[in-house]
């Protein structure tokens, strides 16, 4: 049974850092894709970053230069680092895996496992 538990989200102010945690069971991350999508209130779900069997990265344009996906395989984890958080990073945040090659990594068709989210709110 494929498990993917996010952790790591809370409230902080404008300017803030986060580090989400994504804790995977029952599933490899090694040479896999693996990916952070967000949804906002009334908003549709969105890619934020991802990162490839290979180890490249891309990110959502919002969050060049600000976000940081990053693995560590041996902990079978994925992290999501938030610096210069600003309130339109308020979102639930989920993190998701097994990506079907057919489908843009920004889409959340193109993913079959998904966490529960973490809930992330910045104020300004």
């Not at 404008?14 to 995977?24: E, I, K, N």
């Not at 919002?62 to 610096?83: E, H």
Request: glycine share 10%; hydrophobic share 35%; aromatic share 10%.
């Amino acid at each position: 049974q494929v498990q993917l538990v996010e952790s790591g989200g809370g409230s902080v102010q404008a300017g803030g850092s986060l580090r989400l945690t994504c804790a995977v069971s029952g599933y490899t991350i090694n040479n896999k894709n693996m990916a952070w999508f967000r949804q906002g209130p009334g908003k549709e779900r969105e890619g934020v970053a991802t990162i490839t069997s290979r180890g490249s990265t891309a990110y959502a344009d919002s969050v060049k230069g600000r976000f940081a996906i990053s693995q560590d395989i041996a902990k079978n984890t994925v992290y999501l680092q938030m610096n210069s958080l600003k309130s339109e990073d308020t979102a639930m945040y989920y993190c998701a895996a097994d990506r079907l090659a057919v489908h843009m990594w920004n889409f959340p068709k193109s993913w079959n496992y998904w966490g529960q989210g973490t809930q992330v709110t910045v104020s300004s």
